[in-house]
């Protein structure tokens, strides 16, 4: 896995599909798609 850890917690529950509060769901889900973009992208230039 190419993301090991997060700034904060709610960077985690996003990229972990949990629940959260803070954020609505349309926009936690296209901040998980992009995180998943990101760490997809890191793994294909190693």
Do not use: G, N, Q
Request: proline share 4%.
């Amino acid at each position: 896995m190419m993301i090991r850890s997060f700034a904060d917690k709610l960077t985690a529950a996003v990229y972990l599909e949990l629940s959260v509060r803070r954020l609505p769901p349309d926009i936690a889900k296209r901040a998980h798609e992009k995180l998943v973009m990101l760490h997809h992208v890191k793994l294909k230039f190693e």
